[in-house]
């Protein structure tokens, strides 16, 4: 064969393997996906009226269209949970923000974070007492600080350097949450807080977990904490890998729920490693995590979101209000038999 036909015969069997190679498949664009949670307890129908119904469906409905906004639009996960749980902050019905629980000395201390699953960059503040919007706060601790986490007065004072909106503490103050605390103090006067507490003084933190259309995953939890709380005390919704987890491929997590327990269990961790290393799925991966919780004494709930964007309500309360979106469509739920 000259150097000629040999290399004809080249260019004709690959036009050849050109031909027998089969088209593959455009790979499917991802499709955007949202869930938030304004919080778990015990909710139930018939300590719910109608109006407090209607509230809790039009805050969460407020919340969902926010995030489903930015994704809408092509915007990033990171972006569409922050714009999620924004408005829930503003929204006194949520233990989050303006409505945040107060603690025993009547103060109000907000615990907040947020983590990208791009590049598991995340930020989170604890105790802080002035930034109106904890969630903005952390998220200028991931995207301006090399830090993640910044507590206290200090995490006040970088939110303030940052140009946050500050506000007076009793900004937070809300009539419903100013009777809770009283209640719970006035209650059962000689045993431990802890003790008097019911589940219902212990929930209403908000958050939410998105897929973006690049497929991108991200998490984000705010929360005033438990009422009565003692000063100083941090719950999970701060802690990545307690209440709030995202790695793209494998899971977003946002917790609510009994705090030290989720803290105890490290619940958001927990799930996306399972995800990860043993293939469960989230829902599997959710039950085992939350049966810890249950196992130590705990309860509480948590919203998860896989690689591909299914979406997964797991809950050992009575309730959690909850809801979730997506181009086909958004829906809302409370209770725990729907
Ligand atoms: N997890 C929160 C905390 O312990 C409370 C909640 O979810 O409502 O601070």
């Not at 109006?51 to 994704?71: D, F, H």
């Not at 915007?75 to 006194?92: F, I, K, W, Y």
């Not at 604890?126 to 007065?153: L, Q, W, Y």
Request: glycine letters at 12%; proline letters at 3%.
């Amino acid at each position: 064969m000259t150097l000629k036909t040999l290399m004809a015969f080249v260019a004709a069997s690959s036009v050849l393997v050109a031909c027998a190679t089969p088209v593959a498949p455009e790979p499917a664009a991802p499709e955007w996906h949202l869930a938030i949670h304004g919080g778990a307890g015990v909710i139930l129908r018939e300590n719910l009226s109608p109006e407090q119904e209607a509230a809790y469906v039009a805050g969460l409905t407020e919340a969902m269209e926010a995030g489903a906004a930015v994704l809408r639009a092509g915007g990033s996960a990171v972006d569409a949970v922050q714009a999620a749980v924004l408005p829930m902050e503003d929204n006194p019905i949520f233990n989050a923000g303006y409505g945040a629980v107060f603690a025993a000395n009547g103060t109000h201390e907000l615990d907040a974070s947020i983590m990208d699953g791009r590049d598991r960059n995340a930020g989170s503040v604890a105790g802080v007492m002035r930034v109106r919007n904890p969630i903005i706060a952390a998220r200028a601790v991931m995207d301006k600080s090399e830090h993640v986490m910044f507590a206290g007065a200090g995490a006040d004072a970088f939110a303030e350097m940052h140009g946050l909106e500050m506000v007076e503490n009793a900004y937070f103050d809300t009539e419903r949450r100013r009777n809770d605390l009283e209640r719970l103090l006035e209650s059962r006067v000689g045993t431990p807080i802890a003790s008097r507490r019911t589940a219902a003084d212990r929930f209403g933190t908000v958050g939410a977990v998105a897929i973006d259309s690049q497929g991108n995953l991200a998490a984000a939890t705010t929360t005033g904490g438990m009422t009565a709380k003692a000063p100083g005390r941090v719950g999970d919704a701060p802690l990545v890998g307690a209440a709030t987890y995202a790695e793209n491929g494998v899971c977003a997590v946002s917790a609510t729920g009994h705090g030290e327990y989720f803290i105890r269990v490290g619940v958001a961790k927990t799930i996306c490693d399972r995800v990860k290393f043993t293939g469960e799925t989230i829902g599997q991966a959710a039950r085992v995590a939350l049966g810890e919780v249950a196992a130590l004494g705990g309860d509480g709930g948590v919203i998860v979101i896989d690689g591909q964007g299914h979406v997964d309500f797991v809950f050992n309360s009575a309730g959690m209000y909850r809801g979730e979106i997506s181009a086909s469509g958004a829906t809302t739920a409370i209770f725990g038999n729907e």
